[in-house]
C-alpha cells in the first residue's frame, strides 16, 4: 500500500517501514530521541540519543578511513588489545602501565585498603598508622565547613552529611533541641495512667483501665467505659443547658426515671407506641400522620360542657373500625348495636310479614326519617290505573286511558290476565292466536292469522260472477292460440326468473331481445357481440375499445398516479451485471425518453464532490470532501461519520491547514476500524491531505 503525502516537511508517529532505497537529497533525516536503525535481519544495530550513538553489543564496526578512527579530529593510536582492556573491565580495577611499559589492568583491592606507590609501582594495601606522619593530626577546623544548626548524619550511602533539624524540633546554634507548639508527626501516646490536659483540675485522665475519665473544675464529670458514656455521680451533669442545646440525638431507646419535659414536638417514627399509664391528659386533639406523610387525621372533641365518659366495647380479637359522623351533635344514639347491624348487606332476611302501619327508613331529600309502609303503599297508588288502602295496592282498570284509534301491536302491545289466579301478561298476538284456535267450519286460521278454506267447502251459492280471474286458471291452461293476435303482452308480464335453465356460456352469436325504440319498441333480436360492439364504441378517455374488445391506450394517457408502487418490484430481475447496453427510463426535461446505462456512467463520472469546511474546533466528517478554514489552536479531534448512514464506496477526503499548535486526529465512530485495526490516525504536519474509503461495516480504508 501506498501512502502520497504533499511537498516539504513531513512527521510521522509510529514506525517507517521501507522496502526500497532512501534518498535524502536536500537537509538531513532526523529522527526522535532514542530512535533505532537497523536492517531486516536486526533492526536496531544503532541507538541515536541526544549526544550519543550506541552501537548493540553484537555489532562490529569497521572503519574504512585511511587514516584510521579519529575522535575529534585526533587520531586513536591504541591498539585493538589496548583498548580491549575496557571491555568488561570489572568493578574498582583501573587500567595503569605495567612493569613492561604497557597498558595492565589492575584488580580492586580488598576491603579497607588504598591505592599506594613504592615510587615505582603502584599496588592495594591497608592504611596503617606508620602512613600517617606523626604531625598529621586532623583537626574538626579541617573538617568541611557546617552551617549553622545543621548536625552531621550518615545518609542513605553510608556517607557523612550535613543536614538541618527539621519537623516538629528545631536546633539552636548552642545545640538546644525546640520541640514544635502543634505536634503532626505523634501518631500514638500509649502509657500507663496517662493524663492530657491545661492541669490537674482540667485534664482526660487513662487512671483506670479500660476507662476514660473527663474532669473539669477539679472535679470527674463523665467517663467512658466499655459500651457507657456516663456522668461520674448520679442525676449530675446534664447533656447541654436551657442557652446551649443537643442538635440531634440519635438512640435506640430512652429510660427516664422522672419526668419527661418536650419543648417543641415529639415523633415516634417506630411501628408500635407503647404508654403505661392510666390517664393520659391530651390538649384539644390527637392527630394522626397518614403513611404518606401527606394527610391528617385530627381526633378531637367539640367544646365540652360537662364530664363524660365514653367506653369503647370490648370485642374479640381483630380489626375494627369507629363510625365517624358528618355533622356535630349531643344527640347520643340510642339504637342497639343489633338494631344498627340491621342495615348490614349480609344480614339475614327475616320471614315476618309486612303490616300496616309497620315502618321504614328513608332518606326524605336529605333527612333520615320512619315512616309507615301505608305512605310506601300511597306513593306507588299514585300513577293511573292504581290504587291504595291500608297498605295494599290494587289494579283500578278505570283509572287507566283509552287507546282510542291507535292499532295494537302484534308483540309490543299486552294485555293483563289472570292464569288460573296468577296475574300475568299476555301479547296481542298471543291474544289472537288464541282466538284463532277457537275458529272451525268451512275456515281454520292458524297461528299469525293465516285462514284455510276447508275442501269442498265452497259451494256454487258462495262464488261471485268475476270470482275467476288470473289466479284461478289452472296450470299451461293458458296457449298461445289463446291469446289473441292484437293482445299484446306487457313485458313487466314476463317473469325471467320462472325459466328453466340459464346461459352460463354467453358467446358472441348467442342473440338477446331488445324494444327498438326507432320502430314502436317492437322487439327485435340482436347478437351478444353486437351488443358489446355497442358499448364499447362508448368508451372514451384515457383508453379506447375498437370493435372486437381490443383496448388502445391513448397517447400521453398514462400519468404518475396511475402506475402501481410494484412496476419495477413486480418484474423479474436483470439476473446480470449492468452493461453500458442496458437501458432504463429517464425523463429528459419532463420528455419520457429512453437511454442506455453508459450515458449514466458518464454523467457520474463527471460529478463533483460535496464541499464541507471545518474551522479550529472539533468536528464530525462528511462524506466527500472536507477542508480546514484555520489553523489549529490546540490539538483537534474530527470523527468520522457514523455508519448508520454511509453506503459502501463512499469516501471522505480531508485537507488540513497549519497544526504547528496541535495535531488533528482522525477518530473513528464507535466501534469502526481503519485499515482493519486502528482506531484513529494523526495528522501532524501542516497542509497534510488523507483519504478514506468506506469499503464494508465498520471499516475504513486508507488510500
Known sequence: MAYKFQLGAATMSGSLTQEGDVEVKDGGLTIPNSSTIGCAADDDLITLASTSVAFANDVDVNVAKAGGLQIGGSAVTSTATEINLLDAITRGSIIYGNSSGVSARLAAGSANTVLSTDGTDIGYSQVDNAMIDSSAGIQLSKLESVSSG?????????????????????????????????????????????????????????????????YAANAEQVYVADGIFGPQTDSDVDLGSTGVRWKDAFMDSITVTDNLTIGGNLTVNGTTTTVNSTTINITSSLTFEGPADAHETVFGITDPTADATINLPAMSAGTYHVPVLAAVSTTAITATPAEINLIDGGTARGTTAVASGDGFLHNDGGTMRMTSVDKMADFFAGGSGLTASSGVISVDIDGLSALGGTGLHQTQDHFMFSDNGTEKKITFSNLEDAIFGNVSGDATIAAGGALTIANDAVEQAMIADDAVGADQLAANAVVNASIASNAAIDMDKLDGGSLASSLSDLDQGDLLYAGDVDDSNNIKSITFSNLEDAIFGNVSGDIALAAGGAAT???????????????????????????????????????????????????????????TEHGDANRTLAVGVNVATANTSTARTWTLPESSGLTVGESVKIKVAGVSSGAITIARDGSQTIDGSLTSIVLESDNAAVELIYVGADDWRLF
Do not use: C, Y
Open 150 to 214: 545543621r548536625i552531621i548524619v550518615g545518609n542513605g550511602s553510608n556517607v557523612p552529611t550535613a543536614v538541618a533539624v527539621s519537623g516538629d524540633a528545631t536546633l539552636s546554634n548552642g545545640g538546644a533541641l525546640t520541640l514544635a507548639a502543634a505536634q503532626t508527626n505523634i501518631t500514638s501516646l500509649l502509657a500507663t495512667d496517662i493524663k492530657i490536659g491545661e492541669d490537674d483540675q482540667t485534664k482526660i485522665d487513662f487512671e483506670t483501665a479500660d476507662e476514660i475519665h473527663f
Open 553 to 611: 391506450i391513448q397517447a400521453n394517457a398514462v400519468e404518475g398516479s396511475m402506475l402501481n408502487n410494484n412496476i419495477v418490484s413486480g418484474l423479474t430481475d436483470i439476473g446480470a451485471a449492468i452493461v453500458g447496453t442496458d437501458e432504463m427510463i429517464i425523463s429528459d426535461n419532463g420528455t419520457i425518453r429512453r437511454t442506455d446505462m453508459s450515458r449514466l456512467k458518464t454523467f457520474i463520472g463527471s460529478g463533483t464532490s460535496a464541499i
